[in-house]
């Protein structure tokens, strides 16, 4: 396509139909490509869309908040789109595979269920278990199951240290 040379009546037309019309339909209509129609706007300062400008206190709310809240929930709550919001937090470094990791990890951290051990119970990662033998507590760091079939609890004891222990086992 040849280059095109814009009149003062072409820019006054394109000002009043950028609003309404999409990029393709003015390309089409001015006989120029997508790419020429989105250079054209650029320079004269037509922006469809406005971005928002974040402050640091909102910045720091999506910070301490992205884990609790869903991006449906922050976006009505800043008033921007969803895709707004997974940008945002993806130029703050907060990715979403972290963000269901540390749900994780604050899901253990917060549930402090004690339990005596017993190899016919089934265990829970974060669950604090008492071992009569060993005469101490231990945490639940993994599961695991052998390729026998049995479920194996791996339990982290402050003296023994990983301790690999049975659950589940049916004892008939």
Sequence with gaps: MATKHWTRGDEELLREKFKTLSNKELAEFFGVSTIAIQRKLSRMGLIRQTQKKWTGTEE?????????????????????????????????????????????????????????????????????????????????????????????IIVDFQDRGLVRLVECARLD
């Design 60 to 152: 720091d709310y999506l910070r301490k908040n992205y884990v609790k809240f869903k991006d449906k929930d922050m976006a009505r709550h800043f008033d921007v789109s969803e895709i707004a919001i997974c940008r945002k937090l993806n130029r703050l470094g907060l990715k979403r595979n972290g963000r269901k990791e540390e749900i994780r990890k604050k899901t253990i951290q917060t549930r402090v269920v004690k339990k005596e051990y017993n190899i016919t119970q089934e265990y829970r990662v974060g669950d604090t278990v008492y071992h009569g033998i060993f005469g101490e507590e231990g945490k639940v760091v993994s599961k695991e199951r052998t390729e026998g079939g049995l479920h194996i």
